[in-house]
Nanobody, 127 residues
Framework: QVRLVESGGGSVQAGGSLRLSCEVS????????MGWFRQAPGKGREGVAV????????YYADSVKDRFTVSRDNAKNTVYLQMNSLKPEDTAMYYC????????????????????WGQGTQVTVSS
């Protein structure tokens, strides 16, 4: 059974940093794109960052570029999201998701392309 388990969320003051981890089990995901998404209260879920199977290609939402870094360790079946210079507007539930082997023309943040999702980890940034 496929499981994605996020960890590393918490409460931090604006300007601080957090590192989220997503451990994947029950699935050989090293050939798949992996993504991080988030959902703030009262808003829809949005794409944050996606990383290619080999880690050489990354995509980011404009709102997090130059502050967040996505990475992966295929040997550990784990994906990371390093979040620096956090802002109150980054407050959300963050979800890890396992995506396709190819996007075939779809946008990198097409949520329907991601088949498996974790339960989420809460990030709260205070001003």
């Amino acid at each position: 059974q496929v499981r994605l388990v996020e960890s590393g969320g918490g409460s931090v003051q604006a300007g601080g940093s957090l590192r989220l981890s997503c451990e994947v089990s029950g699935y050989t995901y090293r050939s798949n794109y992996m993504g991080w998404f988030r959902q703030a209260p009262g808003k829809g879920r949005e794409g944050v960052a996606v990383i290619s199977p080999g880690g050489g290609v990354t995509y980011y939402a404009d709102s997090v570029k130059d502050r967040f870094t996505v990475s992966r360790d295929n040997a550990k079946n784990t994906v990371y999201l390093q979040m620096n210079s956090l802002k109150p507007e980054d407050t959300a539930m963050y979800y890890c998701a396992a995506g396709p082997t190819k996007f075939n023309g779809r946008r990198w943040d097409t949520q329907d392309a991601f088949n498996f999702w974790g339960q989420g980890t809460q990030v709260t940034v205070s001003s």
